[in-house]
């Protein structure tokens, strides 16, 4: 079993899980909410959306730009795939 170094990088790994979880999110509220640097997270969100695991929606509101992001469908299938290679290893370590 191997892990997707793309998902199981720990920054990006807390990206796809409050992704997944929450939806839709903005860039400043996802910074809040993981504790990163503007800098950090954006390289790493980067990194998401030239894979493809990461849609970006930019748009203005009351004239402010206003960037979101979300898990595309195979953002999610790779967050899940990862889910579950854990949990295969959980279930050997068990025995």
Request: aromatic share 8%; hydrophobic share 35%.
């Amino acid at each position: 079993m191997e892990f997707d170094k793309l998902v199981h990088q720990p920054t990006r790994l807390q990206v796809f899980a409050y992704l997944y979880r929450h939806g839709e999110t903005g860039f400043s509220d996802l910074v809040e909410e993981l504790d990163l640097t503007e800098g950090n997270l954006a390289s790493h969100l980067q990194r998401m959306e030239e894979a493809e695991a990461v849609a970006v929606h930019k748009e203005f509101v009351d004239r402010k730009p206003r960037t979101t992001y979300e898990l595309t469908e195979e953002g999610r299938e790779l967050f899940e795939e990862h889910i579950e290679t854990l949990e295969a290893l959980i279930g050997d370590l068990d025995g």
